[in-house]
């Protein structure tokens, strides 16, 4: 089964880190991806650009609505993704603790909810 594990930091910390620590962070994440791929669950992931650079839009009457950057203030945005094979949610969670973020922000484990499991056969 396919997974998604959301990765949420405080992105304006990351953005004042020193370089240094920068530079420990990318590095934990290279191992925890090269160990993703060596065991085979990984399947596709990436980091995401600061939530100033996207935009968040709304359906309202029938128009487009547009919103700089994230809709809502929070501590923590969404930084990026891992999508993972694994056998159950207890092996996803097992991931997802090993990830860099889980011991600085929040790792959400999500199962992916697979097309043919809701639609109709044709």
């Known amino acids: ?15 004042n880190a020193p370089r240094e620590r920068t530079e420990q962070i990318l590095a934990a994440y290279g191992a925890y ?46 930084a990026g993704f891992y999508m993972i094979e694994a056998t159950d949610i207890d092996t996803a969670i097992e991931w997802a603790g090993r990830c860099p973020a889980a011991s600085t922000g929040t790792v959400e484990v999500r199962p992916i909810w697979e097309m043919t499991e809701y639609l109709p056969e044709k």
Not at 1 to 15: K, P, V
Not at 41 to 61: F, K
């Open 1 to 15: 089964m396919r997974y998604m594990l959301l990765i949420y930091n405080d992105e304006a910390a990351m953005a």
């Open 33 to 78: 991806t090269e160990a993703l791929k060596k065991s085979g669950a990984w399947l596709s992931g990436d980091r995401l650009r600061p939530t100033q650079a996207g935009a968040s839009v709304r359906m309202a009457d029938g128009k487009t609505n547009v919103l700089d950057g994230p809709y809502a203030d929070t501590k923590e945005q969404l």
